[in-house]
């Protein structure tokens, strides 16, 4: 585009290219911008182009902080708190079980890290990774989190390692930041 100045007014020139106007052009230009426009996914907000519609997970009314204050791994008023993170893409939650060390530095101790998921063929959500509740199953019934799991660490020191244990944990008003002092 020339311009011109020097103690004159600035004057710009654009040159407008003429297109062909035939049928078999436009209709060229025309599936030229169609596939550029669907080659992004489907274009309706789907997950990453797999044409799969976002759907909530299962487990996002489960996010939140949880007292398992209790006799959860053995010890009678054990404090303990159990983190459920928002879900991924995948629908998998991280979940950290955070062990407050009451006894000695009143700090909590390094979080044991699991997820929780659900399952494949059916609507359970199954916590695993962590040793206290490996396989475990979680359901929610208000801001009440139900662990049911084996009690192959004999938790309730009945010496029965078979059976099922279902433990509830109310949701509490904090957040994993407040989770503080770390040990």
């Given amino acids: 585009m020339p311009i011109e100045s020097q103690n004159k007014l600035m004057k710009m020139t654009a040159i407008i290219p003429t297109l062909p106007t035939t049928k078999q052009t436009l209709s060229a230009v025309t599936f030229s911008i169609a596939l ?83 399952e494949i063929a059916g609507n359970r959500i199954f916590l695993d990774n962590i040793v206290q509740f490996d396989d475990a199953v979680l359901s929610l019934s208000g801001d009440t989190l139900t662990i049911e799991f084996f009690d192959t660490l004999d938790s309730d020191n009945d010496n029965n390692t078979g059976e099922v244990i279902r433990y509830s944990a109310p949701r509490i008003a904090v957040t994993e930041m407040d989770l503080v002092p770390g040990c």
Wanted: aromatic share 8%; hydrophobic share 35%; with cysteine.
């Fill in 36 to 118: 550029l426009i669907g080659g992004c996914g489907a274009g309706t907000g789907d997950d990453l182009g797999s044409g799969n519609p976002i759907v909530p997970s299962p487990i996002d009314p489960m996010v939140g902080v949880y007292d398992i204050t209790g006799s959860w791994n053995g010890r009678a008023a054990d404090e303990a708190r159990l983190v459920i993170r928002e879900p991924g893409i995948d629908g998998t939650a991280e979940v950290a079980l955070y062990d407050f060390d009451e006894e000695q530095d009143n700090c909590y101790f390094r979080p044991s890290i699991g997820e929780a998921k659900k």
